[in-house]
T-cell receptor
Framework: DGGITQSPKYLFRKEGQNVTLSCEQNLNHDAMYWYRQDPGQGLRLIYYSQIVNDFQKGDIAEGYSVSREKKESFPLTVTSAQKNPTAFYLC?????????????FGPGTRLLVL | GENVEQHPSTLSVQEGDSAVIKCTYSDSASNYFPWYKQELGKGPQLIID?????GEKKDQRIAVTLNKTAKHFSLHITETQPEDSAVYFCAASKIGYALNFGKGTSLLVTP
């Protein structure tokens, strides 16, 4: 099956800990994205990558880091500098390198702080 | 930057009735307007999109209309069914820029 997978489904973070959220796609899409979703809020863009080894900050990049070493993978690290990390994190991908193209979302990872 | 406002935040309709969700945008250069449906605990799924060179697009029970002059676009769902219950998000973007999402509408279709 083609699609976007995110793991884990739930993730718990302790104070001062960095955690990494996985996102993998087998759609052969060039672009990948990370969004954060809070209750009653729309999706806010954290980072995006239009091509391997390149990525751009979104609206709320502070406290997060990403890498794009492979076309199919775009992991997100929530660092200890992110003071309010509890949220639902969504990964998406789109076919071309144009950021405006239709985006397809993964099932999400819910991050909770212990 | 682009500001997308979505109304209403919650909407309850009876099965078989129509539902309409409206969004306004601020940047007149925006030219791509997708709608996403998100079921509880899942990622959003694209249900329909429209580009600024057309005023209306239909896909079975779902339609989207765009008024570029007024800078608003709407999602219309006819003959609603309980499985239409979900949160719906609109978004807008212009060439070279990321999607800006509305805050969502929670639609409840009651039998």
């Amino acid at each position: 099956d083609g699609g976007i997978t995110q793991s884990p489904k739930y993730l718990f973070r302790k104070e001062g800990q960095n955690v990494t959220l996985s996102c993998e796609q087998n759609l052969n899409h060039d672009a990948m994205y990370w969004y954060r979703q809070d209750p009653g809020q729309g999706l806010r863009l954290i980072y995006y990558s239009q091509i391997v080894n390149d990525f751009q900050k979104g609206d709320i990049a502070e406290g997060y880091s990403v890498s794009r070493e492979k076309k199919e993978s775009f992991p997100l690290t929530v660092t200890s500098a992110q003071k309010n990390p509890t949220a639902f994190y969504l990964c998406a991908s789109s076919m071309g390198q144009t950021i405006q193209e239709t985006q397809y979302f993964g099932p999400g990872t819910r991050l909770l702080v212990l | 930057g682009e500001n997308v406002e979505q109304h209403p935040s919650t909407l309850s309709v009876q099965e078989g009735d129509s539902a309409v969700i409206k969004c306004t945008y601020s940047d007149s250069a925006s030219n791509y307007f997708p709608w996403y449906k998100q079921e509880l605990g899942k990622g959003p799924q694209l249900i329909i999109d429209i580009r600024s060179n057309v005023g209306e697009k239909k896909d079975q029970r779902i339609a989207v209309t765009l008024n570029k002059t007024a800078k608003h676009f709407s999602l219309h769902i006819t003959e609603t069914q309980p499985e239409d219950s979900a949160v719906y998000f609109c978004a807008a973007s212009k060439i070279g820029y990321a999607l800006n999402f509305g805050k969502g509408t929670s639609l409840l279709v009651t039998p």
